[in-house]
């Protein structure tokens, strides 16, 4: 007795995406990190023992990109996301150790939470990513990457992303990807539902943004829970966000998956897996990932068995 054999007239029917072959997850769920036939070449995962190597390793990596492109005199694009975060920390402590200097990094980051107009929280409001990103990671380096050079992902700003980032590119610029894996394996808040509205894959790969995207029911409880302390009532339920237009794009990769709780509780598994598994398709972001070169960090017990057995 399981999902597939009880969904049927149960409140959950119709609840998934059209898209989403739930075997199929499933059979993703029993497979651990081997390789796929589909991965990139460049595509390596990365086992982290603890939340702490995670961060740290996350972090240099994010600052070795920054402090090679500045070595090689090359301009660095850079998408960022609020989520995971714990690597800003340390990628500004080895920015400054390094003494880099950021003037040669442009960022976006992903999304933005917004209402159905795509109007954005006040960059003042601790609830916005923008207020996010500037205490977690500009403010803490030494020499910052310079203010006109930070992108968010306003109703004015996010549609001039992909000229932005064409330009940057034909000067030569290295572009990339920074990003966590969400519960519906969106990458940044591209959710799974989107791929009912395009006719084909290359449509669907060409969609740069959304503006005041509906967010999916999981997407809000994994925020809640992630983010606000379990309180619903303050997750917003759109965003601002970036499409597949614009990270399939990049040229390097450095994502992230920490999502345990303790005692052994967690809710990125089942994601984590599917990205590596499942194959791309654009029912499911994440699945794309792995045809892109770069490293996902993970936590050690995110490849751990996942069992039907109660606990």
């Not at 990094?105 to 409001?125: I, K, Q, Y």
Request: aromatic share 12%; glycine share 8%; hydrophobic share 40%.
């Amino acid at each position: 007795m399981n999902f597939m054999s009880t969904v049927a007239g149960s409140l959950l029917e119709g609840f998934y995406p059209a898209g989403w072959d739930m075997a199929k997850i499933d059979a993703c769920c029993d497979k651990g990190v081997e390789r796929e036939a589909f991965w990139n070449d460049g595509f390596n995962p990365v086992v982290c023992e603890s939340l702490g190597d995670f961060d740290t390793l996350m972090g240099h990596e994010i600052a070795m990109q920054i402090k090679l492109t500045g070595e090689e005199g090359r301009k660095l694009a850079m998408i960022l996301p609020v989520g995971p975060m714990g690597m800003y920390r340390w990628a500004a402590y080895f920015l400054n150790e390094w003494d880099v200097d950021c003037s040669h990094v442009t960022t976006f980051n992903m999304d933005e939470w917004a209402d159905a107009d795509g109007n954005t929280l006040p960059n003042t409001d601790t609830a916005s990513f923008e207020y996010s990103m500037r205490e977690a990671f500009f403010n803490k380096v030494n020499k910052t990457i310079p203010e006109n050079q930070r992108n968010f992902a306003t109703k004015t700003n996010l549609p001039t992303y992909s000229e932005k980032i064409a330009a940057l590119k034909a000067e030569g610029a290295k572009l990339v990807l920074v990003y966590g894996i969400g519960r519906m394996c969106h990458i940044a808040f591209w959710e799974p539902q989107f791929g009912e509205d395009y006719a084909s894959d290359e449509e669907w790969k060409a969609a740069c943004y959304r503006i005041g995207a509906k967010l999916h029911p999981l997407t809000i409880e994994q925020n809640a829970i992630t983010s606000f302390k379990s309180r619903t009532t303050l997750v917003p339920c759109r965003a601002n966000t970036i499409g597949p237009g614009l990270f399939l794009q990049a040229d390097y990769c450095i994502g992230g998956c920490d999502g345990m709780f303790n005692r052994g509780m967690g809710w990125q598994g089942m994601s984590f897996r599917t990205t590596l598994h499942y194959g791309p398709t654009r029912h499911i972001a994440s699945t794309y990932i792995p045809t892109m070169p770069g490293k996902l960090f993970y936590l050690k017990e995110l490849a751990e068995a996942m069992t039907a057995e109660c606990n």
